[in-house]
């Protein structure tokens, strides 16, 4: 539950896939809002996309407590083991439907009340968590939109009021992105320590350890082609946004105004995908004419596809001198050739 526009519906489909996919849950979600229709069927849509059954009143219903019966029932033929509610939002001084959430709310006896609460909201939370905190009595915190800069102000003040945990946390769009609060973590991001730890599960959850080792070995040994720089391309994008994850990294989260041009990024993938397998292992075959079609394949220019050849050689030129270099180190240090 939440006030509108806090995210409710948005991480009440996020917290199923978390359950889903990381805590090997089967979630099932029930659709509570009869006011907002868009909300129906924006949370039908999210369920779909992540596979979860998802119960939906008719059009015409208006009581809530008849649509949550009615959801009971469809609930005992519906494999689950997780039920998660959405309600509608509503304003903190609108009283007929904290009455009606009420209600709700001793009709179903849920084990979770969770405020769903914007982190921009600043000390309007502490009235706002307060509020429904009194009338429902809410066992924990969801905080939405903790993407971008690092807020603190309501996360304390909220924690603090209601004496209940801030359980998960909103950090961006995607529907995966979403995961449990950790105040040591959220404490780093504000002081600009970054969140070291968070990144590093995120790369361990997105990265196969296999290929990871063998990229190693390719850009080692200095045999590491176009079609790997597109394979690094996809396993950096399977993280999320550069932004969030360079904000991870210490001293990075206060720097003002940081920002990835993602449309260079797509521009850099466009040109590369644009070329033939053949093209994106040999590179030095790419003559002007093979230039100006993957130019033109990707709605790039010329110069843009030889700035990315020129980078890409400079960074295998690199690759091979650290090569060589560690090569020359390991013979000096093998015995008899020691430097005195």
């Known amino acids: 539950m939440g006030l509108n526009g806090a995210g409710k519906t948005t991480s009440s489909a996020k917290l199923a896939n978390w359950l889903k996919t990381k805590d090997g849950r089967a979630p099932a979600l029930i659709a509570c809002d009869l006011y907002r229709p868009a909300a129906i069927e924006q949370l039908a849509t ?3 996309q992540i596979g979860v059954p998802v119960f939906t009143p008719p059009p015409e219903e208006k009581d ?3 649509s949550a019966k009615h959801a009971v029932e469809w609930l005992a033929n519906t494999p689950h083991n997780v039920e998660i509610y959405d309600t509608a ?3 903190e001084i609108d009283e007929a439907l904290i009455a009606e959430v009420k209600r709700l709310k001793e009709f ?3 084990q979770e009340v969770l405020l769903v609460a914007d982190a921009a909201t600043g000390q309007q939370a502490v009235s706002v968590a307060t ?3 009194e009338a429902l009595g809410l066992t924990g915190l969801i905080l939405t939109k903790l993407d971008g800069d690092a807020r603190g102000g309501a996360a304390l003040s909220m924690r603090e009021v209601t004496q209940r945990p801030i359980k998960f946390a909103g950090i961006g769009e995607k529907i995966d992105q979403f995961e449990p609060f950790h105040p040591d973590r959220l404490a780093g991001r504000i002081l600009g320590m970054g969140d070291v730890v968070s990144l590093v599960e995120k790369a361990a959850a997105a990265i196969d350890e296999d290929e990871a080792r063998r990229m190693e070995e390719k850009l080692r040994t200095a045999t590491f082609d176009l079609n790997d720089f597109l394979e690094q391309f996809k396993m ?3 993280l999320g946004p550069l932004e969030n994850l360079l904000a991870m990294l210490p001293g990075m989260g206060n720097l003002k105004g940081l920002s990835v041009d993602e449309n260079q990024m797509k521009r850099t993938e466009a040109i590369v995908l644009s070329m033939t397998r053949e093209e994106r292992t ?6 002007a004419r093979r230039r100006q079609r993957i130019a033109r394949g990707s709605g790039s220019t010329v110069t843009d596809v030889n700035e990315l050849l020129n980078r890409f050689g400079q960074m295998k030129k690199m690759m091979k001198n650290m090569g060589q270099m560690k090569k020359m180190m390991a013979r000096a240090q093998r015995p008899g050739l020691r430097p005195r």
Request: no cysteine.
């Open 282 to 287: 040999k590179p030095d075959i790419l003559n």
């Open 89 to 91: 939002g509503r304003q």
């Open 64 to 66: 809530v407590l008849r």
């Open 46 to 48: 999210l369920a779909r």
């Open 131 to 133: 509020h429904f905190h």
């Open 108 to 110: 179903l006896a849920p």
């Open 236 to 238: 950096i994008k399977r």
